[in-house]
Nanobody
Framework: QVQLVESGGGLVQAGGSLRLSCAASGRTFSTYNIGWFRQAPGKEREGVSCMGNSGGSTTYADSVKGRFTISRDDAKNTVYLQMNSLKPEDTAVYYC???????????????????WGQGTQVTVSS
């Protein structure tokens, strides 16, 4: 089993920045694909970004491309999501998730991810 804990959410004004962290357990963390997803009340869960094991692949949703950056520090078992130029429509609970299949590229389908964190709230005010 894998445990994931998100942190770094909060309240910011439009145009501001936040850096989310996802701390993971697991001896083989470097082999995991890690995804960031978000869900606003009444909305479907949306894939935001993912990074393959050892940074082998990176994917961003069109809605965040150019504003968000995913990175990972395998030595710290942590994945980050740097969010810049935040917009009110970015408001959501953000989740990180782990896909243990090291032989596929990361993708933004939630069905590929079996392990999820508890989420961290991001609120962007206008």
């Amino acid at each position: 089993q894998v445990q994931l804990v998100e942190s770094g959410g909060g309240l910011v004004q439009a145009g501001g920045s936040l850096r989310l962290s996802c701390a993971a357990s697991g001896r083989t963390f470097s082999t995991y694909n890690i995804g960031w997803f978000r869900q606003a009340p009444g909305k479907e869960r949306e894939g935001v970004s993912c990074m393959g094991n050892s940074g082998g692949s990176t994917t961003y949703a069109d809605s965040v491309k150019g504003r968000f950056t995913i990175s990972r520090d395998d030595a710290k078992n942590t994945v980050y999501l740097q969010m810049n130029s935040l917009k009110p429509e970015d408001t959501a609970v953000y989740y990180c998730a782990a896909d243990l299949n090291e032989f596929r590229l990361c993708e933004l389908s939630s069905y590929n991810y079996d392990y999820w964190g508890q989420g961290t709230q991001v609120t962007v005010s206008s």
